[in-house]
């Protein structure tokens, strides 16, 4: 008996030094190699499908690289019509509900282009985000709906457009006056890892060169310190994206303007940081 208890004690010794061993091996692995196994999480919040292509490159190089990307979208585009010379729009669906099911459509073949999670449509009316006299709680609506977004997904960075809204369009500077509410109300899930996008302003006057390129939209390039790197591949697909939307970029300003486009990334997608300290060339570190 004697021997048995003393087989029984060495092996609840041997077995509790090999447990110590074990815990001590996990404790002693870095954080940083332990997140390294949750993906990361890039949400960028839009006011109408669409509005991802100045970002598409990085969105496709994140994506391509395991990142969690989430586009969210404010409206349907459901007002995206009429022979604006802009944009060379040959789809002749009048707007409203059927305008904004082809557009859905559209939104969801740009996702698939690129690599991402499938758009989050939240349905707010186009043209109309800041319409505070027909709809006094609209604003506050959007607000919300945006801010449980962003609750849920918990992004590790954000894009949105900057306050002058890429072509200064209402929908844009509202979208990026929300998403920039959030950050600086320090909303739950909400990071200060946010980046404006713009359009450059050979691309504003490649759109339109009848009317040239609006003064004062694009920011002054000392505002522009995050410069991410990204592929052949992720220009292809971004390329890609762009064509999905074919109610809004005939295929004659995809010629043009892509191009164009290019030659100004030069390699680099431009952000401007809301917060200075998160210059660089990568939007996670």
Known sequence: MKSRSRFSVSNIVVRAFVLDIVIAAAL????????QTTPRT?????????????AG????????EGVQ??????????????AN?????????????????????????????????????????????????????????????????????????????????????????LVSEVVTQLVRADAP?????????????????????????????APAAKYLTTLVPFTPADLEAAKRSMACHRSQFAAELIERVFPMQVRSWNGNVTFAPAYSAYAGKDLFK
């Not at 990307?69 to 009429?82: K, P």
């Open 42 to 54: 890039l949400v960028a919040v839009l006011a109408h499908p669409d509005d991802e292509g100045p």
């Open 69 to 82: 990307v989430h586009l969210i979208v404010a409206s349907n585009g459901e007002q995206g019509v009429g």
């Open 189 to 217: 899930g909400a990071t200060e890892r946010l980046f404006y996008m713009y359009i450059p302003v050979e691309g504003m006057a490649a759109m339109n060169p009848q009317r040239g390129a609006p003064p004062m939209l």
């Open 85 to 173: 010379p802009e944009f060379l729009r040959t789809q002749s669906i009048a707007a409203g509900d059927s305008l904004a099911k082809l557009r859905t459509e559209e939104a969801r073949c740009s996702a698939t282009a690129l690599g991402t999670n499938a758009p989050i449509l939240l349905g707010f009316p186009d043209g109309k985000l800041g319409d505070y006299i027909s709809d006094r709680t609209l604003v506050y609506r959007l607000t919300d709906r945006i801010a449980a977004e962003i609750q849920r997904l918990h992004p590790d960075a954000l894009i949105t457009w900057g306050p002058e809204g890429g072509t200064g369009h209402p929908d844009h500077r």
């Open 28 to 35: 002693s692995v870095p954080m940083s190699a332990m997140a």
């Open 57 to 64: 490159p990085v969105l496709a190089r994140y994506a391509r």
